[in-house]
T-cell receptor, first 114, second 116 residues
């Protein structure tokens, strides 16, 4: 069965530090890849997505992610975080031809200290 | 444009009871998916409906069911509630565009179900 792993459950860092969250998935077929963010008390929101093409994708709020097919990875990065980036981040995978079903990783709680 | 709305936002039930949760998708969206979010299992896909038909189903027991109406609104039902059903239930809606195998999903705020 397909699975998605996020390596860090909790990350604490200071403002202006760089952030990198790891995501690996297990599925041999073609996939669409996503990062979602859930700010405290808010809805799950899409940060960025990869369907095909350039493996380096840019999303909202200065986030970017790199798809490395050979490593089945889709890591999220932000060069300089702000206090407002405190949130829970979820990596998700959609198998092509599986409708809209998303398989999520376990999430990473990120706390940015001012 | 109004977002995905879910009612009720909070619900407390006791074991053995049944519950029905409602989801109104964004206007024009015809696909509705449901997810369960718990601290232990994370976010898990329940099912997806499109044009009143279940298009996909996750690995949940038959106590979990859903349906979609002609106006794309969806309900999910959980019968014979168990303590482990306590969770945040999220609904997501999306457009359907012919020729695209995936359409971006927009999530609602969720219904927090507590089973005592």
């Amino acid at each position: 069965a397909q699975s998605v792993s996020q390596h860090n459950h909790h990350v604490i860092l200071s403002e202006a530090a760089s952030l990198e969250l790891g995501c690996n998935y297990s599925y041999g077929g073609t996939v669409n890849l996503f990062w979602y963010v859930q700010y405290p008390g808010q809805h799950l929101q899409l940060l960025l997505k990869y369907f095909s093409g350039d493996p380096l994708v840019k999303g909202i709020k200065g986030f970017e992610a790199e798809f490395i097919k050979s490593k089945f990875s889709f890591n999220l990065r932000k060069p300089s975080v702000q206090w407002s980036d405190t949130a829970e981040y979820f990596c998700a995978v959609n198998e092509r031809a599986a409708g809209n079903k998303l398989t999520f990783g376990g999430g990473t709680r990120v706390l940015v200290k001012p | 444009k109004a977002g995905v709305t879910q009612t009720p936002r909070y619900l407390i039930k006791t074991r053995g009871q049944q519950v029905t949760l409602s989801c109104s998708p964004i206007s024009g969206h015809r696909s509705v998916s449901w997810y369960q979010q718990t601290p232990g299992q994370g976010l898990q896909f329940l099912f997806e409906y499109f044009s009143e038909t279940q298009r996909n189903k996750g690995n949940f027991p038959g106590r979990f069911s859903g349906r979609q109406f002609s106006n794309s609104r969806s309900e999910m039902n959980v019968s014979t509630l168990e303590l482990g059903d306590s969770a945040l239930y999220l609904c997501a809606s999306s457009l359907f565009r012919a020729g695209k195998d995936y359409n971006e999903q927009f999530f609602g705020p969720g219904t927090r179900l507590t089973v005592l």
